[in-house]
């Protein structure tokens, strides 16, 4: 009971701090956090991208790429998610190379499932039918909501206890 409720802690402490850093970062503060996923939305999209400090990552075609589009919640949510389900707090030493790595795993997550939003998103809005059902910002929040479920739901299902043993020597 009482490693369930530091676990807890130290997530909620950890969504509390990162969503703090995040909501007061600048868009030029977040500029190496986008970039990864701008090269494979330029090769889905076949739009270019090009960086403007008071924007973000502008194309010739009107589409923008700013904080609000840069995954930061979702990598938050990704990363306390795996934190809680793997992290052990059994030695220092273990915890912290596991914090590591489940750090750079959800910011890689993150890119993929952004990356994903986004061009899944630029793909909706090209199609005219859409806007006949649909506002495509309300299309893009939507879609964004769904695909980030979707993801964390099948992470949780590979991650479940029937499919991962963790070995203890």
Same mark, same amino acid.
């Given at each position: 009971?009482?490693?369930?409720?530091?676990?807890?802690?130290?997530?909620?402490?950890?969504?509390?701090?990162?969503?703090?850093?995040?909501?007061?970062?600048?868009?030029?503060? #977040?500029?190496?956090?986008?970039?990864?996923?701008?090269?494979?939305?330029?090769?889905? $999209?076949?739009?270019?991208?090009?960086?403007?400090?008071?924007?973000?990552?502008?194309?010739?075609?009107?589409?923008?790429?700013?904080?609000?589009?840069?995954?930061? @919640?979702?990598?938050?949510?990704? #990363?306390?998610?795996?934190?809680?389900?793997?992290?052990?707090?059994? @030695?220092?030493?273990?915890?912290?190379?596991?914090?590591?790595?489940? $750090?750079?795993?959800?910011?890689?997550?993150?890119?993929?499932?952004?990356?994903?939003?986004?061009?899944?998103?630029?793909?909706?809005?090209?199609?005219?039918?859409?806007?006949?059902?649909?506002?495509?910002?309300?299309?893009?929040?939507?879609?964004?909501?769904?695909?980030?479920?979707?993801?964390?739901?099948?992470?949780?299902?590979?991650?479940?206890?029937?499919?991962?043993?963790?070995?203890? $020597?």
């Amino acid at each position: 009971m009482k490693k369930l409720a530091f676990k807890t802690g130290f997530v909620l402490g950890l969504i509390l701090s990162l969503k703090a850093i995040y909501s007061v970062a600048s868009l030029a503060m #977040l500029k190496w956090f986008m970039y990864p996923m701008i090269p494979l939305v330029e090769l889905f $999209t076949k739009n270019t991208f090009t960086w403007i400090p008071e924007v973000g990552f502008s194309s010739p075609a009107g589409i923008i790429i700013e904080k609000s589009c840069a995954g930061g @919640n979702f990598f938050i949510i990704c #990363l306390a998610f795996l934190c809680f389900k793997l992290c052990q707090f059994e @030695n220092i030493k273990k915890t912290i190379l596991r914090f590591l790595f489940l $750090t750079i795993g959800s910011y890689f997550i993150m890119i993929i499932a952004n990356t994903a939003r986004i061009i899944s998103a630029i793909k909706l809005a090209s199609q005219e039918w859409t806007h006949q059902f649909v506002d495509p910002k309300t299309a893009h929040l939507v879609l964004g909501s769904i695909l980030y479920i979707f993801i964390l739901l099948v992470i949780n299902h590979f991650i479940s206890q029937k499919h991962v043993t963790i070995q203890t $020597t």
